[in-house]
């Protein structure tokens, strides 16, 4: 699917007349953040993006990084911006999301950004719960009326795709660490989003009989990478869920091609 998308935004730049440009900022050397970024920076390559990349040290201070963000804001060559998070500790990561141009904001993170979407206006979306609904959308998920439970709040998934499945017609639940009983909200679920960064937190027994189960956690153990739901087992009972990695991980990349084609041709109108 993430494939099929990426070939759809390619075709469309072959025909564009211009090469729009991605610049990804990466500060420090968060293991994790360097794999994203060479995905995306492989993604864009494949699609026709121009991809330029900007390494800081983990040092780096709050007004260097803000200074960049308004540099690349004024450049006219610049279609999207996107600053990798985590970002290190001396640095407030609203202060830099706050200070991307809202039309070069890729990530969609950007408060004006946030905002559209709560009032359900167009503008540009964050690429991983894109991503889902795009899953979602290539089964056909009936949305209509079904219990959405989505387990994890954070700004960049949990919060944005609870929305996005309000927009859709879904009754939402939101469920966090402080929730009382989790497998009792989860039980209910005929959509089930896994977007806590717990590895397995979501067992067989925590989820319905065909139930839709999408898995955005992504994370090291041990053993390996493994995402937030207990996949061998929870599969004999769902309908249909997504597996780590190569489930929503591409799929996030290919929205975030998807956003900056979007970006650049509204920009260059
Ligand atoms: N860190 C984890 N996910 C993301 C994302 O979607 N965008 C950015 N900028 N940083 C991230």
Do not use: W
Request: hydrophobic share 40%; net charge neutral.
């Amino acid at each position: 699917m993430a494939a099929g998308l990426k070939d759809k935004v390619a075709g469309e730049i072959s025909s564009l007349g211009f090469k729009p440009r991605l610049d990804v900022v990466l500060v420090g050397e968060n293991p994790a953040s360097k794999v994203y970024v060479k995905m995306k920076n492989i993604a864009c390559e494949k699609v026709g993006i121009e991809s330029v990349k900007h390494s800081l040290p983990d040092t780096t201070t709050q007004e260097e990084l803000l200074s960049l963000v308004s540099k690349l804001n004024a450049d006219p060559a610049v279609d999207g911006v996107l600053v990798q998070l985590p970002l290190p500790k001396q640095i407030a990561e609203s202060a830099v999301i706050k200070a991307i141009d809202p039309a070069k904001d890729v990530d969609g993170f950007h408060p004006v950004n946030m905002g559209l979407l709560l009032s359900g206006q167009p503008g540009l979306t964050p690429s991983t719960p894109t991503g889902v609904i795009a899953m979602l959308d290539s089964i056909n998920f009936n949305y209509n009326g079904a219990k959405a439970v989505v387990v994890g709040r954070s700004n960049i998934v949990g919060k944005p795709l609870a929305i996005m499945l309000l927009q859709r017609n879904c009754t939402v639940t939101v469920c966090h660490s402080k929730t009382k009983n989790l497998p009792e909200e989860t039980r209910q679920a005929d959509l089930l989003i896994a977007a806590a960064g717990k590895p397995k937190l979501i067992t067989a027994d925590m989820v319905k009989e065909d139930a839709v189960v999408i898995d955005v956690g992504i994370n090291r153990t041990d053993s390996g990478l493994c995402g937030d739901v207990d996949f061998d087992a929870v599969k004999e009972k769902a309908s249909a869920i997504s597996p780590v990695p190569g489930g929503v991980g591409p799929m996030t990349v290919a929205s975030l091609m998807r956003n900056t084609l979007e970006a650049a041709k509204e920009r260059r109108k």
